[in-house]
């Protein structure tokens, strides 16, 4: 795998990892408004903060690439 298709794989992890957290975030909040909460729901909780924690990896990651690519040139 090369560099722009390295780019490629993180960037589409990263949107697809985003989505989901949007998604689960819009769970949890509609289960706040019917004041409804289990242990699934502490779990999806957990999940976000893990999927920050990723996401700011993949950025990282990322950019590392994208600056190696650049002073490599």
């Known amino acids: 795998m090369g560099p722009e298709e390295l780019r ?3 960037d589409l992890r990263r949107t697809r990892l985003s989505e989901h957290s949007a998604f ?3 769970y949890l909040d509609r289960r706040k ?3 409804v909460h289990t242990y699934t729901d502490d779990q999806y909780e957990a999940f976000q903060e893990l999927a920050a924690d990723l996401r700011h990896l993949l950025d990282a ?3 590392n690439l994208v600056t190696n690519r650049t002073t490599a040139r």
């Open 61 to 63: 990651l990322i950019d």
């Open 33 to 35: 408004m019917r004041q």
């Open 8 to 10: 490629a794989w993180l």
């Open 24 to 26: 689960v975030q819009r």
